[in-house]
Nanobody, 127 residues
Framework: QVQLVESGGGLVQAGGSLRLSCAAS????????MAWFRQGLGKEREFVAA????????AYADSVKGRFTISRDNAKNTGFLQMNSLKPEDTAVYYCAARSKYYSGAYSEMPRGYTYWGQGTQVTVSS
């Protein structure tokens, strides 16, 4: 199994940028596809972006397409989410998640499609 720890959240003004990191430990990170989800106050957890184990396949929610970029460095057992042109509606707790690369499909947009989760990092965007 794998343990995930997010970092890089914080308070930023609208239009600003943040880079989230997801540090993995345990089994080799290259065994897992990973994704980022977010959950705003009083809202359901929603899909943000996903990346396959090799980095060859990426997917984004329409709300972040063109502003956010997901990437990973398997040698460093770390995943990333670069967030640019942030908006107040991006305010949420951001979670990284992982699932075995042997599952059918490179990614899922549903939280139940992932086995492992980090504890989350708060991102707050002020207007």
């Amino acid at each position: 199994q794998v343990q995930l720890v997010e970092s890089g959240g914080g308070l930023v003004q609208a239009g600003g940028s943040l880079r989230l990191s997801c540090a993995a430990s345990g089994r080799a990170f290259s065994n897992y596809n990973m994704a980022w989800f977010r959950q705003g106050l009083g809202k359901e957890r929603e899909f943000v972006a996903a990346i396959s184990w090799s980095g060859g396949i990426t997917a984004y929610a329409d709300s972040v397409k063109g502003r956010f970029t997901i990437s990973r460095d398997n040698a460093k057992n770390t995943g990333f989410l670069q967030m640019n042109s942030l908006k107040p509606e991006d305010t949420a707790v951001y979670y990284c998640a992982a699932r075995s690369k042997y599952y059918s499909g490179a990614y899922s947009e549903m939280p139940r499609g992932y086995t492992y989760w980090g504890q989350g990092t708060q991102v707050t965007v002020s207007s």
